[in-house]
């Protein structure tokens, strides 16, 4: 099955700094991935989401980069916010099959 | 109308005894998830249904764990003889039933119910 990596588990930057998290896949099956932002106590909102027919996706303060090749696809947030602070998901999923496997977690702590 | 709606929103239940958790999905949406969360840890997948059949069941971790969605709508998740290691979040989610280009539609999650054994 697919198993996904995520790191750094914890990640601090000062507000206005950017925050990069990098996540790998092993099933080169998976086409569709998935970001959650997930505030303590909440639920899980999903913030961006890549398909693998193209490289890279942008709204906003936020972009997602994928390498089909390299199997990995990272996160990237511009000009950080207090608000930005939350745990960050990455997830993977295979088109022809439902299930979504989640990475560990990253927390991000934007400090103001 | 609104999002996914999980209840109850906290249970608290003694060992040995059995619970029952309930999801409503977004209307409309065919799929619907149950995942497992436990602190500090990304969702488990425990199982998946498309309208009332539960396709996928693989991610239940024991026979105590049971789910269903007799009219392809509500979905409860029961566990029976709770243990102190089922105490976690389950989240519920669902997602349309269009692919768009052979790949998945996002999942939209419940806040979840979370669950304590004594």
């Known amino acids: 099955g697919e198993n996904v990596e995520q790191h750094p588990s914890t990640l601090s930057v000062q507000e206005g700094d950017s925050a990069v998290i990098k996540c790998t896949y092993s099933d080169s099956a998976s086409n569709y991935f998935p970001w959650y932002k997930q505030e303590l106590g909440k639920r899980p909102q999903l913030i961006i989401d890549?398909?693998?027919?193209?490289g890279e996706k942008k709204d906003q303060r936020i972009a997602v980069t994928l390498n089909k090749t390299a199997k990995h696809f990272s996160l990237h947030i511009t000009e950080t916010q207090p608000e930005d602070s939350a745990v960050y998901f990455c997830a993977a999923s295979e088109g022809g099959y439902q299930k979504v496997t989640f990475g560990i977690g990253t927390k991000l702590q934007v400090i103001p | 109308g609104a999002g996914v709606s999980q209840s109850p929103r906290y249970k608290v239940a003694k060992r040995g005894q059995d619970v029952a958790l309930r999801c409503d999905p977004i209307s409309g949406h065919v799929s619907l998830f149950w995942y497992q969360q436990a602190l500090g840890q990304g969702p488990e997948f425990l199982t998946y249904?498309?309208?009332?059949?539960?396709?996928?069941k693989s991610g239940l971790p024991s026979d105590r764990f049971f789910a269903e969605r007799p009219e392809g709508s509500v979905s409860t998740l029961k566990i029976q003889r709770t243990q102190q290691e089922d105490s976690a979040v389950y989240l519920c989610?669902?997602?349309?039933?269009?692919?768009?280009?052979?790949?998945?539609?996002?999942?939209?999650f419940g806040d979840g119910t979370r669950l304590s054994i004594l």
């Open positions: 249904f498309q309208n009332e059949a539960q396709l996928d």
């Open positions: 989610a669902s997602s349309p039933s269009v692919r768009i280009n052979y790949s998945n539609q996002p999942q939209h």
């Open positions: 890549i398909r693998s027919n193209v």
